[in-house]
């Protein structure tokens, strides 16, 4: 793995364009299909066809040792989850992530992810999820040059505080490029360590991805070696971008080219209702 924080010049970041652009197309595609009664092993499948139509590949498949295309986490699953024979059901709301790498031609990796309803969400589903939503928004505003890496975690820890939920603490955002994880170490969570004191310069491109919990933010990892659970099996939410830093501020670079279905285009999804606690009960 990359030790140093590579700074990207146009070349590089036309190949991390192109490879983002098609992440998030992909998740694009999973809005149109994804529905109760599918399998997430069906997810998976969707995921690996899709990247091998476009000439690339699901750089989850076989990352160290991990099985599956595209990690699919259900409810109280934080992250990496493994697609399986699952049912997903009315109520149920789950994160795909997907990254992507053109292993043939330029070797660089996007990587992106969306927490999707399935059917009629309850309350507290909508919380979680959209706190997440909004978490991310408010990370990426404070992407710019000169800026601390710190600013990210602590606009969303400040703003899950105040929305009574948790931000998780055991995984962070990461640096992208020609590897899948690269420095710097992006925290979600109010963070005063050297990391967090680290300066953004323009080219610099990693992932903002923050897990917000609907109660502790700890999390507990299961005996496959993958798949994270919430420590008290409540729900958890996660949006993930990549993004640019740039002179005058940000570039998302995973940014989709349409509203994802059963995520972005429903009325609670714009954020609005967020403007408040009052706006959902506190989670118990």
Partial sequence: ML??????????????????SLAAECLV??????????????????????????DALPAPLNYKGFPKSVCTSVNDCVCHGIPDGTVLKDGDIIN????????NTHGYYGDTSVT?????????????????????ELGIAQV???????????????????????????????????????????PHYRARDAAARLK????????????????????????????????????SAQFEHTVLVTRSGVEVLTA?????????????SDLGPLSTPAAFPASS
């Fill in 29 to 54: 595609m999973v809005g149109e299909r994804i529905r109760a009664g599918i399998t997430t092993d069906e997810i998976n499948t969707w995921v690996h066809e899709y990247c091998l139509e476009h």
């Fill in 200 to 235: 953004m310069k323009a080219g610099m491109v990693f992932t903002i991805e923050p897990m917000i919990n609907l109660g502790t933010y700890e999390t507990e990892l299961m005996k496959d070696r993958w798949t994270v659970l919430t420590a008290d099996r409540k729900l």
């Fill in 256 to 268: 989709r080219s349409a509203l994802v279905k059963h995520s972005e285009d429903l009325p609670w």
């Fill in 96 to 103: 795909v992530d997907v990254t992507t790498i053109f292993p």
């Fill in 116 to 136: 999707f309803y399935i059917g009629e969400p309850s309350e507290e589903a909508k919380l979680v999820t959209e706190v997440a939503r909004r978490g991310l």
């Fill in 144 to 186: 710019r040059h000169g800026a601390m890496i710190g600013d990210i975690g602590a606009a969303i820890h400040e703003y899950a505080d105040k929305m009574k939920c948790s931000v998780v603490r055991d995984y962070v955002g990461h640096g992208v490029g020609r590897e899948f994880h690269m420095p710097p170490q992006v």
């Fill in 3 to 20: 030790k140093r924080i590579e700074t990207m010049n146009a070349a590089a970041l036309e190949r991390m364009r192109e490879s983002c």
